[in-house]
């Protein structure tokens, strides 16, 4: 149980990740993901990456400067701009919908303008999962200068797209559907350089 734990990466660049189990009986037409982040990197980095044989960027989320994140699904993606962060916890979900190709973006607690992405596309079951790095083949393929650097927490994944109460209660760590991945409840496994460690703050 992780409850008020995260994983501290520690070097910049860095070559360590954390490889999460999920159990995905079947492909995914909706899903949700959620995490919250504490880093002062400026450049571009890997926060929650999801490969299947076929494709390396099957779900990605992805920072490529400080006022920007990107949402890929099936190798495409859609672009959010934010304010700058402004050094504090930032927590992020991303959802999106086979039927309609619509991807919903939160950014603590605040939806973003919808965008289209990917309709009618299927996201394959077969994953490798990895916080920390981007892969560019499956579980592995890293570019060090894409790693991220800081502190992660709150890691879930949904294989539905959650409601906009659900949305705000993943922000305030209310309680939460059952997940595929969740935080309570994390099989993980820890590779080169990050810790696991209380949290500093709320």
Known sequence: ??????????K?????YVVLRARLEQPLLNFTVCLRSYTDLTRPHSLFS??????????????PKPEEYRFYVGGKFVTFRVPEGRGDWEHVCASWESATGIAEFWLNGKPW?????QRGYTVAATAAILLGQEQDSFGGGFDLYNSFSGE?????????GL???????????LRLPPALLAWKSLSY??????????????
Not at 12 to 16: F, K, R
Not at 163 to 173: E, G, H, I, V
Request: hydrophobic share 40%; aromatic share 12%; no cysteine.
């Open 163 to 173: 409601s906009p109460d659900k949305m705000r209660a993943a922000f305030l760590s």
């Open 1 to 10: 149980d992780l409850y008020r734990k995260v994983f501290v990466f520690r």
């Open 189 to 202: 496994e820890l590779k080169g350089d990050v810790v696991v460690k209380p949290r500093l703050r709320e």
């Open 113 to 117: 303008p919808r965008k289209g992405l």
């Open 152 to 160: 992660l927490t709150d890691v879930y994944l949904w294989d539905t």
């Open 12 to 16: 910049d660049p860095s070559d360590a």
């Open 50 to 63: 999801y490969a299947t044989k076929a494709q390396d960027n099957e779900i990605l989320l992805f920072k």
